[in-house]
């Protein structure tokens, strides 16, 4: 098959490529600078700007393209990750709409789709949305879509929880205060941590794009979510690092303002549509999936 991929130069991007590369399919990275090679073509998202032509040649697009929210939430930046998603998503959306023979659009978007926290209440597909800053963007983010569903395209929403891999991502931030020593839960470490292996995100994704009765919304994320205390409990223990030292909220939410919601927020996932549609987790715990990570 031949894939068309915009934001395929970050961390989940270059494992996605590598993945289809294994096996065997076709990958055409959207770039914003000047395309370099026949497996490049430019793109401007935020000016509606990219060649239909490669999309037609394509059987699957999908979209990773956004900011990071790892860094402070000025209203300026808050524009800039709200912008870089809609935009991306609505350039690719209007040209596939407007295609005779539509590619199947995945577009990634995430858990917070559900809110900020939502306790320990089960989210599945069917869970009405939530609110938050990111919320915010993930609503209006997936709805940029929709012309491309409306037009007769396969659109698959990814609602992807927090990917841990080997090699970077958010387990290399998580791995530094235990490797320091100073491990702990943060806050009372009763939120949920909506997760998911590197390796059954790629796995999903291409399942995704390979199986033609799937659309609308699938929560990419485990089955078996931990909680912070028992994620905690089992990175320290494959780390053999003690977990004694735990962060109180309070100086969470001073060291880190609003981004402390993304570490005390409960997003309590589970992937029903995509077990429903025969998808097979290989790394269905926090055991399995730090173990992949960190291991092999």
Same mark, same amino acid.
């Given at each position: 098959?031949?894939?068309?991929?915009?934001?395929?130069?970050?961390?989940?991007?270059?494992?996605?490529?590598?993945?289809?590369?294994?096996? /065997?399919?076709?990958?055409?990275?959207?770039?914003?600078?000047?395309?370099?090679?026949?497996?490049?073509?430019? #793109?401007?998202?935020?000016?509606?700007?990219?060649?239909?032509?490669?999309?037609?040649?394509?059987?699957?697009?999908?979209?990773?393209? /956004?900011?990071?929210?790892?860094?402070? #939430?000025?209203?300026?930046?808050?524009?800039?990750?709200?912008?870089?998603?809609? @935009?991306?998503?609505? =350039?690719?959306?209007?040209?596939?709409?407007?295609?005779?023979?539509?590619?199947?659009?995945?577009?990634?978007?995430?858990?917070?789709?559900?809110?900020?926290?939502?306790?320990?209440?089960?989210? !599945?597909?069917?869970?009405?949305?939530?609110? /938050?800053?990111?919320?915010?963007?993930? =609503?209006?983010?997936?709805?940029?879509?929709?012309?491309?569903?409306?037009?007769?395209?396969?659109?698959? +929403?990814?609602?992807?929880?927090?990917? +841990?891999?080997?090699? /970077?991502?958010?387990?290399?931030?998580?791995?530094?205060?235990?490797?320091?020593?100073?491990?702990?839960? $943060?806050?009372?470490?009763?939120?949920?941590?909506?997760?998911?292996?590197?390796?059954? #995100?790629?796995?999903?994704?291409?399942?995704?794009?390979? =199986?033609?009765?799937?659309?609308?919304?699938?929560?990419? =994320?485990?089955? @078996?979510?931990? !909680?912070?205390?028992?994620?905690?409990?089992?990175?320290?223990?494959? $780390?053999?690092?003690? !977990?004694? $030292?735990?962060?109180?909220?309070?100086?969470? @939410? !001073?060291?880190?303002?609003?981004?402390?919601?993304?570490? $005390?927020?409960?997003?309590?996932?589970?992937?029903?549509?995509?077990?429903?549609?025969?998808?097979?987790?290989?790394?269905?715990?926090?055991?399995?999936?730090?173990?992949?990570?960190?291991?092999?």
């Amino acid at each position: 098959m031949r894939f068309v991929l915009a934001g395929g130069s970050g961390y989940l991007g270059t494992a996605l490529r590598d993945h289809l590369a294994r096996g /065997g399919h076709d990958v055409v990275r959207l770039v914003r600078g000047d395309a370099r090679s026949r497996s490049e073509s430019t #793109w401007d998202a935020y000016q509606g700007q990219v060649d239909s032509a490669v999309l037609a040649s394509a059987d699957v697009v999908v979209n990773l393209s /956004g900011a990071t929210i790892g860094r402070p #939430w000025t209203r300026s930046y808050r524009r800039t990750i709200l912008d870089s998603r809609v @935009k991306s998503t609505s =350039t690719l959306a209007n040209a596939i709409a407007a295609l005779d023979a539509k590619p199947t659009f995945l577009s990634q978007t995430g858990m917070n789709f559900y809110g900020d926290d939502r306790g320990d209440e089960v989210l !599945t597909e069917d869970s009405a949305s939530g609110g /938050g800053f990111l919320g915010g963007v993930v =609503t209006p983010w997936e709805g940029s879509t929709r012309v491309a569903a409306e037009s007769g395209a396969r659109v698959c +929403l990814m609602r992807s929880g927090v990917v +841990l891999g080997p090699g /970077g991502g958010t387990l290399r931030t998580l791995q530094i205060p235990f490797r320091l020593g100073v491990g702990g839960r $943060l806050g009372d470490g009763t939120q949920y941590f909506s997760s998911i292996s590197l390796h059954d #995100w790629v796995r999903a994704v291409d399942f995704l794009a390979t =199986t033609d009765s799937a659309s609308g919304p699938f929560n990419l =994320t485990a089955p @078996k979510p931990p !909680t912070n205390a028992e994620l905690t409990q089992e990175l320290g223990r494959q $780390l053999h690092r003690p !977990t004694v $030292l735990p962060v109180p909220a309070f100086v969470l @939410k !001073t060291a880190l303002g609003e981004l402390s919601g993304l570490l $005390l927020g409960s997003l309590r996932g589970h992937p029903r549509r995509l077990l429903d549609s025969g998808f097979h987790f290989d790394h269905p715990d926090i055991s399995a999936i730090l173990r992949s990570a960190l291991h092999g």
